[in-house]
């Protein structure tokens, strides 16, 4: 379903954002996002001079190999325009996330390695996509080890544990009492 009619506008900015979630031959996984930004008009910028409609102001990417339990192995940023020619200086520091895990308390830590003036803006922003689009590329991979692992514990006669999954909560889909909550994890369900 579309958005309403809009009113009489005229278009300004542009920010394409694709992201891309790979599984790699090695076992790891690759999550990628490339950031382009356009303005629809000329405009003069202080370090590039003349910047025509359509030009990009900003073209980055930023690649995050993971493991399956969602811990960073390594970060690669580049920047290929930037507004300002110091910019790109700030790509080699996101290899610093290495090592953090991407869960609760990730944009923290992202910021405490990579925040202010240590980093970019606009790659920081893009890494809270990017963490989103690591739990959907990993989703089916960790679902099947976790079902595995039940059959394993169950087979073996052990009591498979119950625990609250991470996803409920997360959204109006996974609200502790939603039907589709309550459909997939049973064992919730108030006594």
């Not at 030009?55 to 580049?78: F, K, N, Q, Y």
């Not at 609760?104 to 689009?133: I, W």
């Amino acid at each position: 379903m579309p958005l309403s009619e809009p009113g009489r506008r005229e278009l300004l900015h542009l920010r394409d954002i694709q992201l891309r979630g790979w599984q790699r031959g090695d076992g790891l996984f690759d999550i990628e996002a490339h950031l382009l930004d356009r303005k629809a008009y000329d405009f003069e910028n202080d370090d590039r001079g003349m910047m025509k409609a359509g030009d990009p102001l900003h073209g980055m990417w930023i690649r995050l190999t993971i493991r399956d339990d969602m811990e960073i192995v390594a970060c690669e940023a580049s920047s290929d325009h930037t507004p300002y020619a110091l910019c790109p200086g700030a790509a080699p520091n996101f290899a610093r996330l290495a090592g953090l895990r991407i869960g609760p308390g990730f944009n923290r830590a992202v910021n405490e390695r990579v925040g202010g003036v240590l980093g970019c803006t606009h790659l920081r922003e893009v890494l809270a996509q990017m963490a989103t689009v690591a739990f959907q590329t990993l989703y089916p991979i960790r679902a099947r080890k976790e079902r595995e692992e039940a059959a394993r514990i169950a087979a073996a006669g052990g009591t498979v544990p119950q625990r609250k999954p991470e996803l409920v909560g997360t959204c109006i889909a996974y609200a502790p009492d939603s039907p589709v909550t309550l459909a997939r994890w049973p064992w919730l369900r108030s006594p």
